[in-house]
């Protein structure tokens, strides 16, 4: 049976010594050199969903007439991509992981202007090799 995970917490992002948990390795890759996984412990999500103001969609469209960087959007897309990372170390500290493996981000468009931006992988406990 899986162990039964406790809602994530936004309000606990960002600050390890706020959560309360040690650093976490995270790769992409399937495994980290100079470590080998002692246990798997699932799948970790991170999950958050953004939009844009409408004076910022204003702000942005004026942006894209000169071209360019728009960089309301990017600033967007970059608060969205952290905050779905931090939820995703969250998670796997509360599975008892030090490391994440297989990392991956993921982006969906759900309405017009809305964006769904998920961070996942594989918790797992590694030690040195």
């Known amino acids: 049976?899986?162990?039964v995970v406790p809602p994530l917490?936004?309000?606990?992002?960002?600050?390890?010594?706020?959560?309360?948990?040690?650093?976490?390795?995270?790769?992409?890759?399937?495994?980290?050199?100079?470590?080998r996984v002692v246990r798997h412990l699932g799948v970790v999500r991170g999950l958050?969903?953004?939009?844009?103001?409408?004076?910022?969609?204003?702000?942005?469209?004026?942006?894209?007439?000169?071209?360019?960087?728009?960089?309301?959007?990017t600033e967007l897309a970059e608060k969205a991509r952290s905050e779905a990372y931090e939820l995703m170390v969250q998670h796997a500290a509360e599975l008892g992981a030090n490391a994440i493996i297989a990392m991956r981000y993921d982006a969906n468009e759900l309405a017009d202007g809305i964006t769904e931006v998920l961070a996942y992988g594989t918790a797992a406990v590694i030690e040195p090799a």
Do not use: C, H, K
């Not at 958050?48 to 959007?73: C, D, K, M």
């Open 48 to 73: 958050t969903v953004r939009s844009r103001s409408v004076i910022g969609n204003i702000g942005a469209g004026i942006q894209s007439l000169f071209g360019g960087n728009i960089t309301l959007y």
């Open 9 to 35: 917490r936004p309000d606990r992002l960002s600050d390890p010594t706020r959560r309360g948990y040690e650093p976490m390795i995270v790769a992409t890759t399937n495994e980290v050199a100079g470590y």
């Open 1 to 3: 049976m899986a162990p």
